[in-house]
């Protein structure tokens, strides 16, 4: 078997429209069309060739109420071609370092970390957590 790309990631999520408000205005993703699928769901685009699909599913899986960013834990990261823009942008909105584990609006820097490029962590209203990294500090 060969794998040609990552062709999308699922989350589930609580609040389809807060989810949908959030992936729009914080990371920028355009929403594309969805089969007509019988639960409610958005999917958006990434790139040129794939999706973030959201569901809302009454029997989903979700992190533990309350928990903050842990980088080790389950999560998708996206690229972005400036580290330091996107830490502006992410500042702009109200993002911040250090600040409580229950806030939605802390995040993690990395500008340094082991990886070798650059890492940003946030979690979205339902506590996925999502990395943002570039291939180089700027």
């Known amino acids: 078997m060969e794998i040609a790309l990552l062709h999308h990631v699922t989350l589930t999520v609580t609040d389809l429209d807060r989810s949908k408000q959030f992936y729009h205005e ?7 069309a969805r089969p007509p699928f019988p639960f ?10 794939q999706h ?4 809302v599913h009454d029997d989903a899986t979700f992190r533990a109420p309350g928990k903050g ?4 834990d389950v ?3 996206v690229r972005v071609p400036s580290y330091k823009r996107a830490l502006e942008f992410l500042r702009g909105k109200g993002y ?5 584990d229950r806030d939605f609006r802390r995040m993690e820097v990395k500008p340094r970390p082991t990886a070798g490029y650059p890492q940003i962590y946030i979690i979205d209203p339902d506590r996925h957590v999502i990395e943002i990294n570039a291939d180089a500090l700027d």
């Open 96 to 100: 911040r370092e250090g600040s409580d």
């Open 26 to 32: 914080i990371l920028g993703l355009k929403e594309i």
């Open 52 to 55: 973030l699909h959201l569901i």
């Open 75 to 77: 999560h998708f990261a």
């Open 40 to 49: 409610p769901g958005a999917w958006f685009e990434i790139g040129d060739a």
């Open 69 to 72: 960013i842990d980088t080790r």
